[in-house]
């Protein structure tokens, strides 16, 4: 038999969760799992052999995702959307081989590694249903007139790559 609810946010959710729309959320939990390391948690059938809800952990973090039912309107995934609104970030102890296990396991690179200007070792990777993943290791605690000088410095060579 049911009871009350003891929190308004479920055990082990965070009061704010991302919840991904994927087309192929089975193939995706394998992704994610071999990619980042993911704990598989309950998944709820939905029609037509969809899956309309299920969860993974990443760290601590509790990540809920469903099948993209474009009968719902706007239950979309990135590639009914040709691009993500969205990227998720994992920091990590060491960002360079997370970033080479999400590339081994199949995702692309969208930004290769290397030491941002706000303090990160940093990159960023596209999984194959097409959410965008920043993979980071903070290194350093900049003051905000570091880290402005950094941006400056950073900005200043990407326009003169552009040139």
């Known amino acids: 038999m049911a009871k009350p609810a ?5 055990a082990g959710w965070s009061p704010v969760t991302a919840y991904l729309t994927i087309r192929g959320v089975a193939q995706a939990l394998d992704f994610y799992k071999k990619a980042f390391g993911a704990e598989i948690g309950p998944q709820m059938p939905g029609p037509g052999g969809l899956i ?8 601590n973090v509790a990540i809920a995702m469903c099948d993209e039912m474009p009968e719902m309107e706007y239950w979309l995934s990135p590639q009914s959307l040709n691009g993500t609104t969205c990227t998720l970030h994992i920091y990590v102890a060491d960002a360079d081989a997370l970033y080479n296990r999400a590339v081994s396991a199949g995702a692309q690179p969208v930004w290769p590694m290397h030491d941002a200007f706000w303090g990160d070792r940093y990159g960023r990777v596209r999984d194959p249903f097409g959410h965008e993943w920043a993979i980071a290791a903070h290194q350093w605690d900049y003051t905000p007139e570091e880290m402005m000088q950094k941006a400056q410095e950073f900005f200043a060579s990407m326009a003169q790559a552009k040139s």
């Open 52 to 59: 309309m809800h299920a969860e993974m952990r990443i760290g």
């Open 6 to 10: 003891s929190s308004p946010v479920p």
